[in-house]
């Protein structure tokens, strides 16, 4: 690579090429470039100290605010540079003034480079960037997990469902993304709303209990208020409409493009499942096929004669005892081999 110097000139006059730009990030981000690059940034602001009085607070506003217009979340490294420099300030002000002003000038001057020619306008995929970085809890089939946020808000995971979430959550909201189905009992903070992204709509909630569920294959996602009061607000997809919702309160979004339905649900049996119980009430019966499949982790095969509605309740009970539940409704036979079962119609 290019002197890092002569290329700290050309990035910091935005006069690098896309593949210089590239280079010059990678060799900044690497341990041997810290050291070096702050010590040249941090000399030519000592050069230029006699002649300007600076605002620290103000300084320091300006950074947050560019921080947050750009949407780039900056690199640990400099952040941390940031937080050090600014505690060393606050402690001796006058002997080093200027280390401060150096390294915040460092994260203003990359940040709206970055933005503005060298980061791609669309996030890509989390395996490929750490920026923002994300924890990612997923259950498989048959599985179930509780998980406690960083804000002491509590998620209780439903099988074959996965959340996404970041380490530390931003100090304007707690932001998180689903797929499958959860229940979410939201610590209080009236200064960051608590929303979840799922499919085409955003459920936001300051304090307050609410179920979700958004599985793939099915036609229609629900929403579905506990207690508290939450706001749904669909995007585009769904014609951008809200709703306020009060315990017993629930919204329905059909994937199919029909839009939010306000509706009233059964909050009992909405978050049955985590506790336990498999609650059905006249569901069709492939779709409680659809759930055995995910609760038990199996491979449902059921002759396509098998029509019907089904109602029933099993707390905790095995497969075998669900499927004892079935046969006799709809007359079947099943047998079980392994994670696979077959249902058939009993030969009249």
């Excluded at 979700?212 to 997809?237: P, Y």
């Amino acid at each position: 690579m290019t002197n890092p110097s002569q290329l700290a000139d050309k990035f910091f006059k935005g006069l690098c090429s896309e593949s210089e730009a590239k280079a010059f990030l990678a060799w900044y981000f690497s341990e041997n470039a810290e050291k070096k690059l702050k010590k040249e940034i941090e000399g030519r602001w000592l050069e230029m100290a006699a002649y300007a009085e600076w605002d620290e607070k103000s300084l320091f506003e300006r950074i947050q605010n560019a921080k947050k217009q750009n949407k780039l979340f900056v690199s640990h490294k400099a952040e941390t540079v940031i937080k050090e420099e600014r505690i060393r300030y606050l402690k001796k002000k006058k002997a080093m003034r200027y280390r401060w002003y150096a390294a915040a000038c460092l994260v203003m001057l990359i940040t709206p480079l970055v933005i503005a020619r060298f980061w791609p306008t669309t996030y890509p995929a989390e395996k490929e960037t750490s920026l923002p970085e994300y924890i990612i809890k997923s259950n498989p089939a048959g599985q179930k997990s509780t998980i406690y946020l960083g804000d002491g808000s509590q998620v209780v995971l439903n099988s074959a469902s996965t959340i996404k979430y970041p380490p530390r959550f931003a100090t304007e909201d707690r932001l998180i993304y689903l797929e499958g189905e959860a229940f979410f009992k939201v610590a209080k903070d009236s200064l960051r709303p608590f929303s979840v992204m799922v499919d085409h709509t955003r459920v936001t909630a300051l304090g307050t209990s609410f179920n979700i569920r958004s599985f793939k294959g099915e036609e229609k996602s629900c929403i579905a208020l506990v207690t508290g009061k939450v706001e749904v607000r669909g995007a585009e997809g769904s014609g951008k409409q809200f709703f306020f919702l009060e315990p017993g309160e629930g919204v329905e979004y059909l994937k199919a493009g029909g839009g939010l339905t306000k509706i009233a649900i059964d909050s009992e049996q909405t978050i049955a499942w985590k506790n336990g119980i498999l609650h059905f009430n006249e569901e069709p019966v492939a779709q409680v096929i659809r759930e055995l499949e995910r609760w038990y982790d199996v491979q449902i095969h059921m002759s396509p004669e098998i029509k019907g509605n089904f109602t029933g309740r099993f707390q905790n009970q095995t497969l075998k005892a669900v499927l004892e539940g079935l046969a006799y409704s709809f007359s079947l036979t099943y047998s079980i081999n392994g994670k696979s079962v077959e249902l058939k119609q009993k030969n009249k």
